[in-house]
């Protein structure tokens, strides 16, 4: 059965730090593209960051450059999100999304929220 389950969102102050993770379950994580994205209420779900399989190059979106860190160990099958001088506009529902083009296949998680506020 394929999983992957978000933890680690929460409330924090403007300025502040969270990291989120990601375990997955049920498929060969190595072989998957990982992203993070995430919706704010009454807003379409938007790309936050995506790191490859191996050797792991990243991408992020521009709003975050700078600010978040994707990264990933393959042998725990967890991808994190490293976030950093937060802001309220980051506040939404983060998923993350495993996805292997080659077999045009993906998987979503149930999201975790991040509200920044004081």
């Known amino acids: 059965q394929v999983q992957l389950v978000e933890s680690g969102g929460g409330l924090v102050q403007p300025g502040g730090s969270l990291r989120l993770s990601c375990a997955a379950s049920g498929f060969t994580f190595s072989s998957y593209t990982m992203n993070w994205y995430r919706q704010a209420p009454g807003k379409e779900r938007e790309f936050v960051a995506g790191?490859?399989?191996?050797?792991?190059?990243?991408n992020y979106a521009d709003s975050v450059k700078g600010r978040f860190t994707i990264s990933r160990d393959n042998a725990k099958k967890t991808v994190y999100l490293q976030m950093k001088s937060l802001k309220p506009e980051d506040t939404a529902v983060y998923y993350c999304k495993a996805r292997w083009g080659l077999i045009n296949r993906e998987y979503w998680g149930q999201g975790t929220q991040v509200t920044v506020s004081s």
């Open positions: 790191i490859s399989s191996t050797p792991g190059s990243t």
